[in-house]
């Protein structure tokens, strides 16, 4: 905190001793780059306006629970975005994951139970399988990209049409049919959505806590491990990251299996936070991870980003889309809405970048 102050003071009085043609230029360059900042503060406070509940104490805690289950993918896939890549199979791994996991830890005594010969898996061997899955996958996207030197865009989008598939036939094994997967086992659900601390008399789900957990580490293997030196330097240039010595290809497909797990450990817990999973679960989940990581100032451009940024970034989004639900704004209009966040905060990094080349 002393050092954001520091910061704040040095930038200050580096802008007094500014003529007035630059004080301006400044100003409206600070304008433009924290333009989407400013909106959707403006937006926060005028939603508040209309509808006094929208931060109320049971909904801040609604959206901090929801943004701690959406924070472990937008931190996947920010590894990626910061290697000028990005992943578009995020979503399809996040519904495998929590079919897979929902399937092996239904409750013994459930009627319509996936396999019926079957008993309830302990929670941490498919805790673990589900990591496993995630990185599976993460490794195949990260080969693709760095030993053929295939664009994340293109091998990501073949990857999240084969997860689906598998998906797709997964559901159809034994006596499910394709139907959603439900009747979880009560110590599965209590694990991750079980609250052991309330506030206000509204209790905190189990996976906030995992979540800050998880970006705890994830803050340390960015800014702490060689790794994550070797990722942003690989992000910023490739070749000269090689001709200084990292192992351009092995950070890549490092990168891409950390996102797999990540997301594999977002499906784990999507799949008892919600409690029914099926073809549909997870569906665009990677577009409000692009649009919140884009917002919190990770740029397409490479090796810009930071863990603080993308939790701002998945906050932000999160307040927005619970704010127009409190406005009643159509389910599908907020597709548009989303669209429109993605493109205009694209657009404000394009332009930082080109102002600073």
């Given at each position: ?9 040095r ?16 100003l409206k ?15 926060i ?6 509808s006094?509940k ?11 629970s929801?943004?701690?289950a959406?924070?472990?993918?937008a931190?996947g ?11 578009l199979s ?11 996991s ?8 459930y ?22 899955i995630?990185?599976?996958?993460g ?17 990501t ?10 998906l ?7 006596t ?7 009747g ?7 694990f991750?959505a ?18 800050v ?15 994550g030196?070797?990722?942003f330097a ?6 000269a990251?090689n ?11 490092m ?13 784990f ?25 884009v917002?919190?100032?990770?740029s ?7 863990i ?8 932000l989004l ?5 704010g ?6 159509d ?7 989303k ?19």
């Amino acid at each position: 905190m002393a050092k954001l102050f520091s910061g704040v003071t040095r930038q200050y009085n580096d802008f007094k001793q500014l003529n007035s043609q630059d004080k301006k230029t400044f100003l409206k360059e600070l304008l433009i780059n924290n333009s989407l900042y400013i909106f959707m503060v403006i937006a926060i406070i005028a939603i508040q306006i209309i509808s006094p509940k929208f931060l109320s104490s049971s909904s801040i805690i609604n959206i901090v629970s929801l943004s701690a289950a959406n924070l472990p993918i937008a931190l996947g896939i920010a590894g990626c975005i910061i290697l000028t890549g990005t992943d578009l199979s995020a979503g399809r791994i996040v519904g495998l994951v929590a079919c897979v996991s929902a399937s092996l830890l239904q409750a013994s005594g459930y009627a319509n139970k996936m396999f019926v010969d079957l008993d309830t898996l302990p929670i941490f061997v498919v805790l673990l399988l589900a990591i496993a899955i995630g990185a599976i996958v993460g490794f195949v996207n990260g080969f693709c990209v760095s030993k053929f030197s295939l664009h994340p865009f293109i091998v990501t989008l073949a990857t999240q049409l084969i997860v689906y598939g598998i998906l797709l036939m997964y559901l159809m094994i034994g006596t499910n049919n394709g139907q959603s997967i439900s009747g979880l086992d009560a110590g599965y659900t209590g694990f991750i959505a079980g609250a052991a601390i309330s506030i206000g008399g509204k209790g905190i789900p189990n996976f906030v806590w995992y979540a800050v957990l998880i970006t705890i580490i994830m803050w340390f293997i960015w800014n702490k491990t060689k790794f994550g030196k070797n990722m942003f330097a690989v992000g910023s240039n490739p070749e000269a990251a090689n001709v200084s010595g990292v192992n351009v290809s092995r950070t890549i497909i490092m990168v891409f299996v950390l996102a797999g797990i990540m997301y594999g450990l977002t499906g784990f817990v999507e799949s008892a936070r919600i409690g029914s999973n099926s073809a549909a679960t997870g569906l665009n989940y990677e577009l409000d991870a692009i649009a919140a990581c884009v917002i919190g100032g990770v740029s397409f451009v490479g090796g810009i980003g930071k863990i603080r940024g993308v939790i701002i970034g998945v906050v932000l989004l999160r307040i927005i889309f619970v704010g127009l639900t409190f406005l009643s704004i159509d389910a599908n209009m907020q597709y548009v809405i989303k669209g429109l966040i993605i493109l205009v905060a694209c657009a404000v990094d394009m332009r930082k970048y080109l102002v600073r080349k």
